[in-house]
């Protein structure tokens, strides 16, 4: 199995274009500290790859990524499809700046696909320009991303946090945020990807027990960070992210485990975005790294 970082801040970036706190500031200064939107691409065959989560700069992470170049035919793409985590905006805004795609496969669950078609008026507005095919992100029991693909997928249905937008829409379930499993048919090795987590079920911890590399929501350092930076009156897990260190933490949990661990889609205000900063070590210690744009991982 071949994944591939395609960016790993949260929603705004680092730097977020109306945003000068340090962590901004030093990316601008710094621009080997610019971060783009958490994305993952994964291989599903040779030359098919699938991009997880569409965010505003996927056009930029497609050409930034020479796997995902398109060719030898004029618009012969690599691309093969998206997958879907949840409705965030940060998450699925990029789907429209793929719309001269002949057609595309969209894998969600059912409330974001219905919050995508009802909501964002996805299906009406890209009609015109594109086709696109919705398919079910299998729960139960794990499918190939393609009939001929090494990869399967399946998915572990984590909270019922809706965005901002869908508010009081479609039935209080799960599967609005999602984490992703990806098991390499040959091997058995297996990777869970969660860049949003605002639960943590006995069936994520299930999951990254018997996982070999786990790509999580890294948004928030502590709990307190959002109250602190001034960018929300809400703590990281009312804004629905469970923080990375202190009580209730993520660090704690990721450190037992066997598998690579690395944190993802960092908010602009997270000490992490630092390189210098020293969180660093304090994950270090226990084993737990954070995800770089351009990381290649094979399982
Ligand atoms: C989130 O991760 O909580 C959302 O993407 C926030 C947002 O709406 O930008
Ligand atoms: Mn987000
Ligand atoms: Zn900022």
Not at 43 to 67: L, M, S
Not at 117 to 144: C, D, F, I, K, Q
Not at 161 to 184: F, M, Q
Request: hydrophobic content about 40%; overall charge negative.
């Amino acid at each position: 199995m071949l994944l591939q970082v395609l960016g790993t801040a949260a929603g705004g970036g680092v730097p977020q274009w109306n945003c000068a706190c340090p962590g901004c500031s030093g990316a601008r200064a710094h621009p080997h500290r610019r971060r783009r939107h958490a994305s993952l691409a994964v291989r599903a065959a040779e030359g098919r790859w699938y991009i997880v989560n569409a965010t505003p700069d996927i056009g930029d992470q497609i050409e930034e990524c020479p796997a995902l170049h398109p060719g030898p035919g004029a618009r012969q793409t690599a691309l093969a499809g998206l997958v879907l985590t949840d409705a965030e905006l940060d998450h699925t805004l990029g789907i429209a700046r793929l719309r001269e795609a002949e057609g595309l496969e969209v894998l969600t669950t059912g409330v974001v696909r219905e919050a995508l078609l009802t909501r964002l008026h996805l299906g009406a507005v890209l009609g015109s320009y594109t086709s696109l095919t919705w398919r079910e992100l299998p729960g139960e029991r794990p499918e190939p991303l393609t009939p001929d693909a090494g990869t399967d997928i399946d998915c572990v249905p984590l909270c019922a946090k809706r965005p901002r937008y869908a508010a009081g829409t479609g039935p209080d379930h799960a599967s609005w945020v999602v984490a992703l499993r990806l098991t390499d048919r040959a091997t058995g090795a297996s990777a869970v990807y969660a860049p949003a987590v605002a639960a943590w079920p006995d069936t994520l911890q299930a999951a990254v027990n018997d996982a070999d590399c786990v790509i999580i929501d890294g948004t928030f350092w502590d709990d307190e960070e959002p109250r602190r930076t001034g960018i929300s009156d809400r703590t990281a897990t009312g804004m629905g992210h469970l923080p990375v260190y202190g009580p209730g933490g993520t660090a704690e949990r990721l450190a037992p485990l066997r598998a690579r661990c690395f944190y993802t889609h960092l908010n602009n205000t997270n000490p992490l975005v630092d390189p210098g900063a020293p969180q660093h070590t304090l994950l270090a210690e226990r084993g737990i790294g954070v995800a770089a744009d351009g990381m290649v991982i094979e399982l």
